[in-house]
């Protein structure tokens, strides 16, 4: 059995200077190669995630990188960082899929042309001064994906019992897939190399997470691994920062994406299945003769949800903006001016709290149709939602995040549930009849404490009927279901129910006890619409700082006449949870919001300022005592 020497481990203590003896030796030899793999062997690699950070290693690191790349350059006559297009044949992926059956076990083509492809250097393994292999890897990105490429056997892990999911596995046994990643051997052999020196000197300075380049030879080694015998090699682009073995620790991965990826490359998987997602739903509207369109982020007002905005200012315009919280307003006015079907899938900014299904930035879809309602929504929701997950994972039935043990099933009819009418059969009391009026709050409060629902303050009519819905309604939605018909005071814009004045023709869609949907019947009565924002800045007013505001201009828009109209609007992240199989949010996110690092320097002065200010609110305190005591005397 051949004993292969590993490279791949960085060594924080006796790397820098063993790299800087191999760089000065004018000979390639075993000898180095052993030198090189003590390094490895004799002490701690960089496998911890805490050591990633060190300063004054990471500084000599790049400075001998910077030397290997100098003796590189100097060797070989050749640059690094070249500005001109690689001409490249093949593909990771193309190449293995385009030789894998002409070639036999210990077999190589030698009369073809040579084929040229690139990838990043994952690691390298030393058999002898005439064999290396490397293991290269490439994204999927530029290539032509199907979802089975990437989740594999995961998909086929959750569901079993799917043929389908089987079959495409058996299809896939010949394209070896590492995430969002393919791979590729590279069998470095001396004897095909056409320059022996630059062998030499390509196999000293090339480290893990290098950007290469191979002309070469297809090939396939005795045990049957498809590989590429390179006839020259060029370095693209050195990697100057170590990567480590491992990354674990979220804190670092969520703030270091790139390294994140690298490391854990099955961690892209959600961002392939949510392009697929964002796809079929463009096409799906296109199809049905929606036109897509691009509303302002930034504004003077904030409306069309719920929710606290973030606040910016324009030195130009000498103007305070808000940051869109949702694109409803200007979707339903494009409707106004005639343009009978819109939508619009982009960015949302809330200044809320940040949990396992909320992200400050996040991506929702909003389409209007006119001439539609409420109805016409969820039967288009069943449609897309059970179309979308069937063309992007090959099934309806999909496993809930939290509980594999649970599957989702996405085909339609969806089950529906009535706001007040399940919340009276729960609780065994009746709802007051008037939910707008505040003196309903506390015969509401009453009805929760009976349940043990805890509402916070600020108290407000739409607040407490939210937290009822939280606490009864929601954990009943596991499968797909739709909470409708809503009470007006919950819902602004939404148009009152054909046949109940205090409740809406709106609902909500919940998967797994997470709220996915939001549609109602809009409404277009502009005197009502002004008395709904005057009844939500009653709601501001007592504290609510996610009340809506009066938007005059919306109202306006309002009595040029909105059509009979249904607006419906998805969460994107959280849909995409679900179809990726991950329980937090930060996962479908590539670069999620979170709050910097602090160094230890900074977090020193920080704490020794709270202590001076905690001393001197003391010696204030005495002070204004001992000034009491005198003042008594």
Known sequence: MMLFKNLNKINKNKLISNLSKNIQKSSYSTNTINNKNKISEDSTSIENEDEINNENYL???????????????????????ESKARKLTHTIKDFRKQFIDQLENGSKLTEIEPIILAGRVKSIRISSNKLVFIDIISSLSTQEISFNEII??????????NNNNNNNNNNNNNIRVNGGQYSLQVMADKKFYRDTLEFET????????????INGLPAKTKVGEISIIPREINILTPCVRPIPQKLVDKEIRYRNRPLDFLVNPTTQNPFYIRSKMISYLRKFLVEKGYLEVDTPILSTNVGGANAKPFKTYSNSLNLELFLRISPELFLKQLIISGFDKVFEIGKQFRNEGIDLTHNPEFTTCEFYQAYADYETMMTMTEELLSGMAYDTL?????PLPSNPNIKINFKGPYQRINFIDKIQELTGRQLPKDLVSYDCIPELLDICNENNIKCKEPFTPTRILDEMASTLLEPLCIQPTFIQDHPLAMSPLAKIHRNSSQRTERFELFIGGKELVNAYSELNDPKEQRKRFLAQSMDRSTGDEEAQILDESFCNALELALPPTG??????DRLCMLFSNTTTIRDVILFPTMKPIQPKDNQQQQQQQQQQQQQQQQQQQQEKQKDNQQQKE
């Open 152 to 161: 594999g056997n995961n998909n086929n892990n959750n569901n079993n019992n």
């Open 394 to 398: 090959g099934t309806h039935e999909i």
């Open 59 to 81: 500084k000599q690191y790049s400075q001998t990188r910077d030397q290997m790349m100098n003796d590189y350059k100097e060797k070989t006559g050749k640059d690094i960082y």
């Open 567 to 572: 607006g419906w609007g998805l969460g994107i």
């Open 202 to 213: 390509i196999i000293t300075n090339l480290r893990r997470g290098d950007i290469i380049e």
